[in-house]
């Protein structure tokens, strides 16, 4: 056994995964053999969910049935929206509210959320995906002083979301910008949360148990919390009396990290953040307001030129999300509704041929100490 220490478990493989691919090097993004373009492109979420979920794209007939049993699953017990009402007025952090929420989905569960088989914990990860958008919308309705908008079967994964949030379905644009920015989060190998969510069910808990571990996980802003970090940093440097390039390199040479840039698998432009930037510009060409893009635009150029490091997906996620009206402190919830999809089914895969997740750390403590009785200490 080697003592050689990873910090971060960089670059150790725990697994073999049939479900995405990433080269870092070329800038590719690939859900079981498909390029990441084509699916958010042409592919809906509720698509690339049965992509990862059962192996192959569906029919024209399994989708429909498939899209069905989403739409029919949308409803969150009373018990838990009265928990979601409380944590809104508390003024809770969106993504503990989620996390809370979600682990109190197990308590209504038929099948009482204990593990069961491929088939039962499949169900289960379908309840919760279409669980998950009904309890950010509520929070964020009632934190506003609103009540809660019931969801609709007729509508798709993510028009209906926003009709949640909003109280109106949305237009034919948002609605498909949406739709793909879920498509482009849902999965990417064994990032943070994933394999939070994989420690956790490898000890044989419950799906329930590994989505709200993954969920603790993605709140942190060195992962899902970055997007928030980016738009934070947008409309400071709006605030400011400062150029965007000039404020850049204030940050840089006072040695703040730029949120946004750098990723630990890719050493070139992350490819979902260039099509999230095209559809970041495409809203702001439609709204009139292209400040969020340009601004975008400018950071990324002098990054380039100063750093040589690109942006990654949570740069252009942040201005696209911002003007389609999100709130800021959203955005990490709304990435935990799409990347769930790749939990669930990381969690399945790793099931197939599970062994406990129970790494080693090196020991560099005393080993020596004498035990001295409480009375003679000093």
Same mark, same amino acid.
């Given at each position: ?105 197990? =308590?209504? @569960? *038929?099948?009482?959320? +204990?593990?069961?088989?491929? &088939?039962?914990? #499949?169900?289960?990860?379908?309840? /919760?995906? !279409? ?37 109106? =379905?949305? @237009? *034919?644009?948002?609605? +498909?910008?949406?739709?793909? &920015?879920?498509? #482009?989060?849902?999965?990417?190998? /064994?990032? !943070? ?186």
């Amino acid at each position: 056994m080697s003592d050689d220490l990873k910090k971060g478990l960089e670059g150790v493989l725990v697994a073999e995964s049939e479900l995405s691919y990433i080269d870092g090097d070329e800038g590719r993004l690939v859900y079981r053999g498909y390029e990441i373009g084509d699916l958010a492109e042409r592919a809906s979420f509720e698509e690339v969910l049965y992509l990862l979920w059962h192996g192959e794209l569906p029919t024209a007939s399994a989708l429909s049935t498939f899209e069905d049993e989403l739409a029919a699953n949308r409803t969150v017990h009373d018990d838990v929206l009265e928990t979601v009402r409380r944590l809104a007025e508390a003024d809770a952090n969106p993504m503990a509210a989620l996390r809370t929420a979600t682990s109190m989905l197990s =308590a209504y @569960d *038929d099948e009482d959320g +204990e593990p069961g088989t491929r &088939a039962e914990d #499949l169900a289960k990860g379908k309840r /919760i995906t !279409a669980k998950m958008p009904t309890v950010v919308a509520a929070f964020k309705r009632l934190r506003d002083g609103n009540e809660p908008v019931a969801p609709r079967e007729d509508l798709d994964h993510a028009a209906n979301f926003l009709y949640m949030l909003n109280g109106e =379905a949305p @237009d *034919d644009k948002l609605a +498909e910008v949406f739709d793909m &920015a879920l498509v #482009l989060h849902v999965d990417h190998g /064994i990032n !943070a949360s994933t394999f939070a969510a994989m420690v956790t069910a490898s000890t044989l808990s419950d799906i329930y148990s590994s989505i709200t571990s993954a969920i603790g996980t993605l709140k942190g802003g060195l992962h899902g919390g970055a997007n928030q970090n980016v738009m934070a940093m947008l409309k400071e440097i709006d605030d400011s009396e400062l150029s965007v390039v000039e404020w850049t390199r204030n940050a840089l040479e006072e040695g703040k990290r730029i949120p946004g840039f750098g990723h630990r698998v890719y050493d070139v432009k992350d490819p979902r953040a260039a099509i999230l930037g095209d559809q970041s510009r495409a809203l702001g060409n439609a709204s009139g307001e292209l400040k969020w893009f340009s601004y975008s635009q400018v950071i990324e150029e002098f990054m380039q030129q100063e750093t040589g490091i690109a942006p990654n997906v949570d740069f252009y996620s942040a201005s696209t999300y911002y003007q389609m009206g999100i709130p800021i402190d959203l955005f990490t919830p709304i990435f935990a509704l799409s990347r769930v999809g790749g939990w669930i089914a990381h969690v399945l895969e790793y099931q197939e041929d599970n062994r406990l997740i129970r790494p080693r750390s090196r020991y560099v403590g005393a080993t020596d100490q004498a035990y001295v009785p409480v009375e003679q200490r000093e």
